[in-house]
């Protein structure tokens, strides 16, 4: 039997592994390549996404099922973008970073089931409260953006007495053996970012990609420094977890990244690493 959950049954896919939504890096040829594989592919609509950059992205889908990640505040910029992922009518929709849920009774009036990221218990309540169906706990260690609150396993560990709802992992999660941490401690999937950005199906430029899997575990650090430059609007309790003295974003988990791998091979590795992992326990 394969690794499998309940909530990664109820969605229809192999097993519990999903690509973190990255923008800049998890395009469509990277979710169709995640979907493939029996995991769950989404398309990441970063800082500087358009609605046609959304709409050039989900043309490289197959007919798998798929995810779509928003951020928040470009949402509310780029109304239009909103729009399009609606429309595309994905499997799960992820809009995080934000404090107001319309986004939410307009995704259920359209049918889909939707999570966000939380950093807190506290987060993680409020979105319930305001209907949101799946959670994403994502622990300080992750790369990219996010709010470094609490580590991977303690945030997750809080978030699973707290609510009722699926609740998947993200953070520092690169390996089999976190996959299997994180599902032994009762998460419904794993929500894998660094790992993906390496691909080879990602849209990662190849020095980041050579980057990623030559630094070590220790080699990331937090920074607003890119965002103030670019001009993007994030608010300084959200920076991002990058390679240090780079913006390439990568998490703490980056060290168990070292060799080149398509999505297909790290879907199988991941997951049935994992498996055997738990099994011997």
Same mark, same amino acid.
């Given at each position: 039997?394969?690794?499998?959950?309940?909530?990664?049954?109820?969605?229809?896919?192999?097993?519990?592994?999903?690509?973190?939504?990255?923008?800049?890096?998890?395009?469509?040829?990277?979710a169709a390549a995640v979907s493939a594989a029996g995991g769950l592919g989404m398309v990441g609509m970063g800082s500087?996404?358009?609605?046609?950059?959304?709409?050039?992205?989900?043309?490289?889908?197959?007919?798998?099922?798929?995810?779509?990640?928003?951020?928040?505040?470009?949402?509310?910029?780029?109304?239009?973008?909103?729009?399009?992922?609606?429309?595309?009518r994905p499997a799960l929709l992820s809009v995080s970073f934000g404090v107001d849920w319309d986004w939410v009774r %307009? /995704?259920?009036? @359209?049918? =889909?089931?939707?999570?966000?990221?939380? !950093?807190? *218990?506290?987060? $993680?309540?409020? +979105?319930?409260?305001?209907?949101?169906?799946?959670?994403?706990?994502?622990?300080?260690?992750?790369?990219?953006?996010?709010?470094?609150?609490?580590?991977?396993?303690?945030?997750?560990?809080?978030?699973?007495?707290?609510?009722?709802?699926?609740?998947?992992?993200?953070?520092?999660?690169?390996?089999? %053996? /976190?996959?299997? @941490?994180? =599902?032994?401690?009762?998460?419904?999937? !794993?929500? *894998?970012?660094? $790992?993906?950005? +390496?691909?080879?199906?990602?849209?990662?430029?190849?020095?980041?990609?050579?980057?990623?899997?030559?630094?070590?575990?220790?080699?990331?650090?937090?920074?607003?420094?890119?965002?103030?430059?670019?001009?993007?609007?994030?608010?300084?309790?959200?920076?991002?977890?990058?390679?240090?003295?780079?913006?390439?974003?990568?998490?703490?988990?980056?060290?168990?990244?070292?060799?080149? !791998?398509?999505?297909?091979?790290?879907?199988?590795?991941?997951?049935?690493?994992?498996?055997?992992?738990?099994?011997?326990?």
């Amino acid at each position: 039997m394969s690794l499998t959950t309940t909530w990664s049954r109820s969605m229809g896919i192999d097993v519990p592994i999903v690509n973190a939504p990255m923008g800049g890096a998890a395009g469509g040829r990277l979710a169709a390549a995640v979907s493939a594989a029996g995991g769950l592919g989404m398309v990441g609509m970063g800082s500087s996404a358009t609605a046609e950059q959304l709409t050039a992205e989900l043309k490289q889908l197959d007919g798998q099922r798929f995810g779509i990640g928003l951020v928040h505040w470009v949402t509310q910029d780029r109304p239009d973008l909103f729009d399009v992922a609606l429309a595309a009518r994905p499997a799960l929709l992820s809009v995080s970073f934000g404090v107001d849920w319309d986004w939410v009774r %307009r /995704a259920h009036d @359209a049918g =889909l089931t939707v999570t966000t990221q939380v !950093a807190t *218990v506290d987060a $993680a309540r409020r +979105a319930v409260d305001a209907g949101v169906d799946v959670l994403v706990a994502r622990g300080a260690e992750g790369g990219g953006h996010g709010e470094p609150t609490v580590g991977t396993l303690p945030l997750l560990a809080e978030v699973l007495d707290a609510v009722d709802v699926p609740v998947l992992a993200a953070g520092g999660i690169s390996s089999a %053996r /976190a996959v299997a @941490a994180v =599902l032994a401690a009762g998460a419904a999937a !794993a929500w *894998v970012g660094t $790992a993906f950005a +390496a691909c080879a199906e990602a849209l990662t430029p190849a020095p980041a990609r050579d980057a990623l899997l030559a630094a070590d575990s220790d080699c990331t650090e937090l920074t607003t420094e890119y965002d103030l430059a670019a001009g993007y609007r994030w608010p300084a309790t959200i920076p991002e977890r990058v390679l240090r003295g780079s913006p390439v974003n990568a998490g703490q988990g980056v060290g168990s990244v070292r060799r080149p !791998a398509d999505a297909a091979e790290i879907v199988a590795s991941l997951s049935g690493d994992a498996e055997q992992l738990l099994r011997r326990w």
